[in-house]
């Protein structure tokens, strides 16, 4: 159902690259429930951005039901761990 080949997000902060997401592999198959856990500013809500369509891979590439996400994907959702919903 979503399939993550080769992610890689680069950030520019200043002049200066930021390397958040590195070499993602990974495939979910459909009516999974999947926790992306680990640190703060390790790449968990950059991963969930480029799932959803919201941020564009620097390298690689999301696939969602077979095809490859390129703009919003509305067939996604994700909460966060932060209150940000009512």
Wanted: glycine share 12%; proline share 5%.
């Amino acid at each position: 159902m979503i399939q993550l080949q080769d992610l890689h997000k680069t950030f520019e902060r200043g002049s200066e690259p930021v390397e958040a997401v590195r070499g993602i592999d990974l495939s979910i198959e459909k009516g999974s429930i999947v926790s992306l856990i680990g640190p703060s500013g390790c790449g968990k809500s950059t991963v969930l951005h480029m799932i959803a369509g919201l941020y564009e891979p620097s390298e690689g590439q999301v696939i969602y039901d077979g095809r490859p996400v390129r703009s919003v994907n509305t067939s996604v959702g994700y909460m966060t761990q932060k209150d940000n919903l009512f």
